[in-house]
């Protein structure tokens, strides 16, 4: 059998068609990490947002995060915490939405073992009600 110019190019053609088909298999088994499911509705209550995060930005020194070899601290000053009416906290894991971790806080300190986390980086979102308006702090941690 002659290898003819023809037969070369339906070689190509089939090696390019398999090549194709498998980039695609794989694109579609990846597993994608969107910042958040609610997406676009978060992009449209992005006012909202930013007011929390000015309002957070005036009682920051109030707030502080702490970790240690064994635990991560969360510790609001205890006349200022009296005032307020519910406090969250969101562990957002930018590299994988899995490993978010969300707490209500009941006490004026607040301490999570560190066995619930990963190591790397988080971003805490502390949110809290106070007067009928809305506080948040975002702090970077790296768990180590």
């Known amino acids: 059998m002659r290898f003819t110019w023809g037969t070369g190019i339906f070689l190509f053609l089939v090696v390019f068609v398999l090549s194709m088909a498998s980039f695609i298999i794989f694109a579609v088994n990846q597993d994608v990490n969107l910042v958040n499911k609610e997406y676009y509705q978060k992009g449209v209550k992005f006012d909202d947002e930013m007011l929390r995060i000015a309002n957070g930005k005036l009682d920051n020194e109030k707030v502080s995060l702490i970790q240690n070899e064994s635990e991560v601290f969360f510790e609001i000053d ?9 406090v969250k906290l969101e562990f957002y894991r930018p590299s994988d939405r ?27 979102k502390m949110t809290w009600l106070k ?6 702090i975002e702090q970077e941690l790296i768990v180590k």
């Open 98 to 124: 899995r490993l978010d971790l969300f707490f209500n806080v009941n006490h004026a300190q607040y301490s999570i073992s560190k066995n619930n986390f990963k190591y790397g980086r988080y971003i805490v």
């Open 78 to 86: 205890e006349d200022y915490y009296h005032n307020l009416d519910s």
């Open 131 to 136: 007067d009928n308006h809305q506080y948040k």
